[in-house]
């Protein structure tokens, strides 16, 4: 089948964009606002963009209160949202109202972070201290601006849980990071296996 997204006539039952751009992992993001309010909650439109320097970055369809918070101190706190923490993250997505702490909703314990006011997740096996370098909205081919704010944060400060670490490594399949697919879908990365980037041109050497 084919279709264009102007018509957006593909004629199932559920647009299957997210779907195909998946797995997509879960930023869930913690803010604190100047005014003290706590704010968790979990973002599926969220990557790392740049390792030199270290920067991630999360979509929030709207100004909600993760991209408000977070613009209003230019700070935020990425944890990683694994398996054993599925249902606390759903349970963070709920629309509570501001100065409600999704921490004490999802039943979580707030820890306190070395170089930014907002607290990480205590059950977090890892997360990441950021700082607001940059926020915007996007616009379409037409120029129009989405209903989307983007926010930037570089990484300036790294926690992880050394029960994750084996010969020094992460071990991916210890933290069964969670990812967000399609529709009401997501899916645990717990398969892990290698593959050695080819050097030669023609990447024969790949492995």
């Known amino acids: ?28 993001i913690s803010t604190r606002a100047r005014d003290g309010s706590i704010n968790l909650a979990p973002y599926s439109f969220f990557n790392a963009i740049s390792d030199k320097p270290k920067l991630v970055m999360f979509s929030s369809s709207g100004m909600k209160h993760s991209a408000s918070f977070a613009i209003e101190t230019g700070e935020f706190v990425a944890n990683l949202a694994t398996e054993a923490l599925a249902a606390a993250v759903n349970r963070s997505s709920a629309p509570a109202p501001r100065g409600t702490s999704e921490f004490a909703l999802a039943g979580l314990t707030e820890a306190a972070c070395r170089l930014v006011a907002a607290p990480r997740v205590a059950e977090s096996p890892a997360a990441l201290e950021c700082r607001v370098t940059t926020h915007f909205t996007p616009a379409g081919l037409n120029g129009e601006p989405s209903e989307s704010v983007i926010v930037i944060g570089e990484v300036v400060g790294i926690h992880i849980d050394e029960a994750l670490l084996r010969d020094g490594m992460i071990d991916m399949a210890l933290a069964r990071p969670l990812s967000r697919l399609g529709y009401l879908d997501y899916a645990v990365a717990a398969d892990v296996f290698q593959m050695t980037r080819p050097k030669q041109a023609d990447g024969a050497d790949a492995a």
């Open 1 to 28: 089948m084919f279709y264009t997204t102007e018509a957006n006539d593909h004629g199932l039952p559920h647009d299957p964009f997210k779907a195909i751009v998946a797995p997509r992992p879960i930023g869930w």
